[in-house]
C-alpha cells in the first residue's frame, strides 16, 4: 500500500471535531442525558476529544465509555484464530440516555451493526446517534452516520487511514491505494 493523499491534518481533525461537537449539542439540545461511547481503538481517542470540545462549549463534562465489538463480528473467525478481546468500559447506566457512539470511518457499516449488538446488552438507550470522522462510503448496510467529520468517497481499491496521536503518533487522515 502506498500513501495516495493527505486528506486532514492535524488542524482539519481539530476544527472537524469542534464543528461536531457543535452539531451534536444542538440537535441534543445540550448535554443533559447525553454520553459518547467510543468503538475501540480510535473511536475512543475521538470520543475523548469530542467530550473535551463539549465541555468548552457548555462547560459540562459528558460521560464517555469504551465499546469493543470483537466478540460481535459477523468477521470474527476471518479476522485471527484467537482474536484479542479487549476491555468495554461503561462506568454508567445507558438506560434512557441518548448515545453518541464514536468511530474513526464509516465504510460498510458492519462495525456499526456489531456495535449495536453490544451496546444493547448494556441497557436500552432512549436513542443512538453516530458520529464518524470520515464516511468514505461503500455501506453493505443501512446504516448512515448523523455526524460527519469529513466526506471522502473513496474506490475500492482504496483505503482510509486515520492516524491519531494517542495511537499513531500524529493527527491525519490518508488516503492509501493498493498498488
Do not use: W
Amino acid at each position: 500500500m502506498r500513501e495516495k493523499a493527505k486528506i486532514l491534518d492535524k488542524d482539519t481533525i481539530a476544527r472537524s471535531l469542534m464543528r461536531m461537537a457543535h452539531e451534536i449539542l444542538e440537535k441534543n439540545k445540550g448535554t443533559q442525558n447525553l454520553c459518547l461511547i467510543g468503538i475501540r481503538n480510535r473511536g475512543v481517542y475521538l470520543a475523548s476529544r469530542l467530550a473535551g470540545c463539549m465541555e468548552k462549549i457548555e462547560n459540562r463534562r459528558v460521560a464517555v465509555g469504551t465499546l469493543d465489538i470483537t466478540l460481535y463480528r459477523d468477521d470474527l473467525t476471518l479476522i485471527a484464530a484467537q482474536p484479542v478481546v479487549h476491555k468495554t468500559e461503561i462506568g454508567f447506566d445507558i438506560s434512557d440516555k441518548i448515545v453518541v457512539l464514536v468511530d474513526d470511518v464509516l465504510y460498510s457499516g458492519r462495525t456499526v451493526r456489531s456495535a449495536l449488538d453490544a451496546l444493547i446488552d448494556f441497557g436500552r438507550p432512549r436513542s443512538i446517534q453516530l458520529a464518524v470522522l470520515v464516511d468514505r462510503g461503500h455501506r453493505e448496510l443501512p446504516v448512515r452516520a448523523d455526524f460527519v467529520g469529513k466526506n471522502i468517497p473513496t474506490s475500492k481499491k482504496e483505503m482510509i487511514e486515520v492516524r491519531l496521536v494517542e495511537s499513531d503518533g500524529k493527527d491525519e487522515v490518508v488516503i492509501m491505494e493498493k498498488d
